[in-house]
């Protein structure tokens, strides 16, 4: 397995346990504002899938795809610790979501790194 292929499956296990974590953690949301739980459903599946395309392949859409997915989802949690969620208002930075954050950061660094290295011509 060469360093590109290692970052790749990195980053896609980095992807499905974020997607997994929003999964779990969805009901919980659903009962407290709705919106927010059916965001969790829809980011866990979205993770999901970007993370079984990204362990198969390579490509700038998927990269850019997967890092907007994760970026957003950190954004998301941030924003509802800070400043608020409309109607959704959270106090407590609780470990779940820490954790989230740091494996979507992890998602985000990983496709920085993939988009930025040079691309090889296929035959």
Known sequence: MDTSERTRRTASGLLAATGAL???LAP?????QAYVGVLFILGG??????????????????WAASAALAGGMA????????????????EEWELSGIVSVLL??????YA????????????
Do not use: K, Q
């Not at 919980?28 to 407290?32: F, T, V």
């Not at 954004?75 to 959270?90: A, D, K």
């Open 22 to 24: 929003h999964l779990i």
């Open 28 to 32: 919980e949301y659903l009962g407290e």
């Open 45 to 62: 599946i979205a993770a999901l899938a970007l993370a079984l395309r990204l362990w198969n392949r390579s490509d700038t859409e998927t």
């Open 75 to 90: 954004v998301g949690f941030i924003l509802s610790r800070t400043v608020g969620l409309p109607g959704f208002y959270e």
């Open 104 to 109: 979507e950061a992890g998602v985000v660094a």
């Open 112 to 123: 920085a790194r993939a988009l930025r290295a040079p691309r090889r011509a296929t035959a």
